[in-house]
């Protein structure tokens, strides 16, 4: 039996905003957007075979405790890119700070969080 990952629902303050920096730095193209759960709003981004799904309810929104001490919670997102040096300019273009570099095997990475606190990685293999 084989398995791929073919997507993460994540909850944002406005999916339509998180899509719009995804697809400035990742190339990533909407796949769906429309009404959701609970009366909230999704848009699915990413490629033809995998995708985030970001979503907002209509209301409630609040801050998660620290991800990394709570049980269940999503530290990071890894996503792998072709030229780490451009996503890397691509993020900064968005007003993101990047940090925690590293070139270890396989490959090189670096750490950013974006406006809703979601810390992202972004490795290059081989490169």
Sequence with gaps: ???QLEHAN??????????????MVFGWQVRWQGD???????V???TQDQYIALYTPKEGLKSAPNSHT???SLNHIGVVVDDLDAAEAAVKAQ???????ADYEPGRRFYFHDND???YELVEYGG
């Design 70 to 72: 709570t049980v269940g």
């Design 10 to 23: 994540i909850t944002v303050k406005n999916p339509d905003d998180t899509a719009a920096w995804m697809l």
């Design 44 to 46: 699915h981004i990413g």
């Design 36 to 42: 959701a759960i609970a009366g909230g709003r999704s």
């Design 117 to 119: 606190g979601v810390e």
């Design 95 to 101: 007003g993101f700070e990047t940090t925690n570099h």
């Design 1 to 3: 039996m084989s398995a």
